[in-house]
């Protein structure tokens, strides 16, 4: 899991987002995801955070062979990789 680190875009859509509670979030969800089980942890995702997060269906993909370069990849096309 990948977050932005420079979240001066959000400040562009919102001047008054509160940038240090999202990054808390982010740093609670990276915590809590390699140290529980993710599916439990999606499910209260779900029933927790439906007015800060809105949690996206699931699916599984195939990313092929070369799932790690494809990945840093789409990292990079949705501008996450700074």
Do not use: P
């Amino acid at each position: 899991m990948r977050f932005i680190k420079n979240w001066d875009r959000v400040k562009l859509l919102d001047r008054d987002a509160d940038v240090e509670v999202i990054r808390g979030i982010c740093r609670d969800v990276e915590e809590r995801i390699q140290h529980e089980d993710a599916d439990e942890f999606i499910r209260v995702m779900e029933e927790s955070f439906s007015n800060s997060i809105c949690v996206s269906d699931r699916a599984a993909v195939y990313a092929g062979d070369d799932a790690h370069q494809t990945i840093n990849e789409l990292v990079k096309q949705l501008g996450m990789d700074n």
